[in-house]
């Protein structure tokens, strides 16, 4: 006799599970290729400070090529897994403008130009840079001039550097050129003196290491200035000498710049604020 009882519905929750655990795996093989890529080939890296204009603004957002100066711990994000040591190392070349991490406990990436490599002697005398014993040409040339905007108000540019005319505010600040030995050359801005940036002793570079300045020469924390741990009482605090392991990566090429005046809930305001003139811009 046949049987006529109703048929059972096909139960859909191994195919629901098996759904879930292919989306599962999918995020993670994903996560571990931009992980991958993030710690050998391509990081970003947004620009918080003033320290290195005139090159770079707040607001910008650039790519760091990571394979530059070889790989070790800080290489990888958040510097996980803490791996010893330093694989495929080199040394940058003085003028490189370079991502690291600093030191101390509250340890951070940051954004400087090497200056002084291992072995090399570093001063300054009444503003002007010596390195290895010969002054640095410093040529003036044009102020460097930037309008006044949400992410670089009165805050970051002095009262007295700030002009007023029928178009806003614009902020102008003495601008220089320095030329390395070899040719090498950048901008510098220099407001005024400042006994502790401006004279200095003399720095000798300890191997493994690098002499890091900002481009913004008064309002730079960079190797002028020992870092928190090395600080005595009453120093002003800088990075003091980076470690080559800890030198992440070579600025490479902007890919976006805005000027702080976007709201995240409107979207065209991502595009009035963004500087376009700024995409694309390189380092030598």
């Given amino acids: 006799m046949a049987d006529t009882s109703p048929a059972k519905p096909a139960s859909t929750a191994p195919k629901a599970r098996s759904e879930t655990s292919e989306t599962i795996r999918f995020l993670l093989k994903l996560a571990f290729v931009v992980w991958l890529f993030r710690s050998f080939v391509l990081a970003p890296f947004s620009i918080p400070s003033e320290s290195m204009l005139p090159r770079l603004l707040i607001g910008d957002y650039l790519f760091v090529s990571k394979w530059n100066y070889g790989y070790s711990r800080w290489s990888m994000p958040f510097g996980f897994p803490p791996v010893p040591g330093r694989l495929l190392g080199g040394v940058p070349e003085r003028g490189d403008t370079v991502v690291f991490r600093s030191k101390g406990e509250d340890h951070h990436d940051v954004i400087k130009r090497v200056i002084g490599l291992p072995g090399d002697t570093i001063q300054m005398r009444r503003g002007q840079l010596i390195l290895n014993g010969q002054a640095i040409p410093k040529q003036r040339i044009a102020d460097f001039a930037v309008p006044l905007s ?60 690098v002499f890091l300045m900002g481009d913004n020469r008064d309002d730079s924390a960079d190797s002028r200035f020992p870092s928190t741990e090395e600080a005595l009482p009453g120093q002003v605090q800088g990075m003091g000498f980076i470690p080559l392991d800890r030198v992440q990566g070579k600025a490479m090429i902007i890919f976006w710049s805005t000027d702080g005046s976007a709201n995240w809930l409107l979207p065209w305001t991502w595009f009035t604020a963004a500087r376009w003139d700024r995409l694309g811009g390189g380092f030598d």
Avoid at 163 to 171: H, K, L, P, R, V
Avoid at 198 to 209: E, I, K, L, R
């Fill in 150 to 209: 949400p992410n670089f108000t009165t805050r970051e540019c002095d009262a007295e550097f700030v002009q007023t005319n029928g178009e806003g505010a614009t902020c102008r600040i003495p601008r220089f050129r320095e030329t390395l030995p070899g040719g090498r050359s950048y901008e510098v801005l220099d407001q005024r003196y400042i006994p502790d940036a401006d004279d200095t002793g003399v720095y000798t570079v300890p191997a493994g290491n």
